[in-house]
């Protein structure tokens, strides 16, 4: 294992233009105490592995105190962590070891809700209607003769409506569960002490923030309370892609935002932050701007199925987006909240996701290998494109959803919030396997909060381990020539015409000479000239192979 920071890693105040981050979701990454929850010194014990693996950062989703209503994203204290999972000197030793490894520590800010638990919201229902505790959260009177009507018809994203009822009557707002209140950032309270959270992590040296729902903070809550009335939420994103919204990817929201870069700039480096706004990308340019948080993710790359033309089509638009900003573009395939890519790619075109989850995984059947294929091609192509690379834990070891989580199992709240129409996410969070054999297969303890496949064992990373074409070896092997090859030149050329990409072959070029090409058919592709530095899948000398990208070196054919 790699014992000292690795020379390539990028210092200085551009390191996350084109950084390789890997996502950690705490509670089911390392287990150290065998408490079936993955904990900040079992994040420490295994920075070697992400060492090993190439990685330039680490994201943590949410470790803070929690009653895990929804995750850990309903936080009841923003500057401690969750006893269950350390304590503050377990993050700090966690940080400078990732620093020794050259691994920078990026963490998550959760802004638009806490956790019912926070001491704010234990106030607020202590105090009388139009308190100053009060202010902090929206609280309204109900509609209706006796105040028994929701204020407005605002839906959660979750299911049901976004409100909730009081025992006096007043009902608070929460776009998302109960048990997370909606704050109110027109409150002087709520911004500063946001902003001395930021520097409460940022003095403990972390080096960037990743934002929850950046785009939902700020709210039009001018009375009386628009309703929406029956449209779905797509057609109201479509009809209000002007900042419009009355909780949504409203215009305001990007004031909270220079403040934040005020304090980001008050370090050496600047400290970096990037958006989880589910916005069009003519309104994400805003997030990313130098003057807020510098970057945002970029999600129509991950709901953009198997298809090089469409493909083609969303990484320009993004590119020239993240230009526009002053940023650099981002790019993710899983993630926490999303079906994992291996087995999104493994369902026949069109399938509904949460129906074969719903299935237990049955309905339709995935076609497990191609969808593993598929996978390792769409990695490739993605850690090729400039700019940022966002991986998700266990994605390096080709970890499929596990879609046969019995009902009795899940955590996620979208199961009862959509009267048990959404399984949730719970599939992608599954603790990670490390050794082939044992319990909790390496994660630690016997009873992992949520249950592992049987077969989880051979998808280890022990299993894999210095094992040819396994997928944690084609990682590190990607990984490590990214860094050889990726400069600070953020361009690409096009190499594939419409033709060839209607067919299925999507060529482009980076500055020096590197070449990606990924054959989206199933049929085997001409392969043009040039030293092959890595494939996704074999090469069996006939060509490029269907569902296969390659690396090559200067001297590939420019058709």
């Not at 050259?102 to 638990?117: A, C, F, L, M, R």
């Not at 040296?205 to 929850?212: A, Q």
């Not at 929406?228 to 797509?234: C, F, L, V």
Request: charged share 25%.
């Amino acid at each position: 294992m790699t014992d000292t920071a690795a020379p390539h890693r990028q210092d200085g105040p551009d390191w996350w233009r084109q950084a390789a981050v890997y996502q950690i979701y705490p509670r089911s990454f390392a287990d150290s105490d065998g408490d079936g929850l993955g904990d900040i010194p079992g994040i420490t014990s295994r920075l070697p592995y992400l060492a090993e693996l190439g990685v330039d950062a680490v994201w943590l989703s949410p470790f803070y105190p929690s009653a895990l209503a929804d995750g850990g994203y309903d936080v009841a204290d923003y500057r401690d962590v969750d006893p269950r999972l350390g304590t503050l000197d377990d993050f700090d030793a966690m940080v400078a070891e990732a620093h020794r490894f050259g691994i920078k520590v990026i963490i998550d800010i959760v802004p638009n809700h806490t956790s019912e638990d926070h001491e704010w919201f234990q106030q607020a229902l202590r105090a009388a209607p139009g308190s100053p505790e009060r202010a902090r959260y929206v609280f309204r009177e109900g509609k209706g003769e006796n105040g028994e009507l929701p204020p407005a018809d605002w839906e959660s994203a979750f299911g049901g409506p976004a409100w909730s009822r009081l025992p006096d009557g007043w009902w608070y707002l929460h776009l998302f569960a109960p048990e997370q209140p909606d704050l109110n950032w027109d409150n002087p309270e709520v911004r500063a002490d946001f902003r001395k959270t930021l520097r409460f992590w940022s003095d403990r040296g972390v080096d960037g923030y990743r934002i929850d729902v950046a785009n939902a903070l700020m709210k039009d809550l001018a009375d009386p309370l628009r309703d929406m009335g029956p449209i779905s939420y797509d057609e109201q994103m479509a009809d209000m892609e002007d900042g419009s919204h009355p909780f949504w990817d409203r215009d305001e929201v990007h004031e909270i935002y220079r403040e934040w870069r005020e304090v980001f700039n008050e370090y050496d480096p600047p400290r970096v932050g990037v958006a989880e706004a589910w916005v069009k990308n003519h309104r994400l340019v805003l997030y990313a701007r130098p003057e807020g948080l510098g970057q945002a993710f970029n999600f129509e790359y991950l709901k953009t199925g198997w298809d090089a033309q469409e493909l083609r089509s969303v990484i320009d638009v993004s590119l020239r987006t993240a230009q526009e900003a002053g940023a650099s573009a981002t790019w993710v395939l899983s993630n926490h909240d999303v079906v994992r890519h291996a087995s999104r790619y493994a369902l026949p075109e069109g399938a509904d996701s949460d129906e074969w989850l719903l299935s237990g995984g049955t309905k339709p059947q995935a076609d497990v290998e191609r969808g593993l294929r598929r996978a390792r091609a769409a990695t490739m192509l993605e850690l090729a494109l400039p700019g940022s690379a966002y991986m998700y834990q266990g994605e390096e070891l080709g970890l499929p959803e596990v879609a046969e989580l019995k009902v009795e199992d899940l955590q996620d709240p979208v199961w009862e919030r959509s009267s048990h129409t959404r399984k949730g996410r719970d599939g992608c969070r599954v603790p990670l396997p490390w050794t082939r054999t044992g319990p909790s297969f390496g994660f630690g303890g016997e009873n992992p909060w949520l249950p592992q496949p049987a077969d989880f064992g051979e998808l280890s990373a022990e299993a894999q381990e210095g094992r040819e074409g396994s997928t944690l070896e084609l990682y590190r092997e990607a990984l490590r020539l990214r860094h050889k090859l990726v400069g600070t030149d953020e361009s690409l050329a096009w190499c594939s015409d419409e033709a060839s990409e209607r067919d299925g072959l999507l060529h482009f070029v980076r500055p020096d000479g590197w070449h990606c090409l990924t054959n989206f058919s199933t049929e085997t592709k001409p392969l043009p000239e040039g030293e092959v530095l890595l494939s996704s899948s074999p090469l069996t000398g006939e060509g490029l192979p269907g569902e296969t990208t390659v690396w090559l070196r200067d001297g590939a054919g420019q058709g």
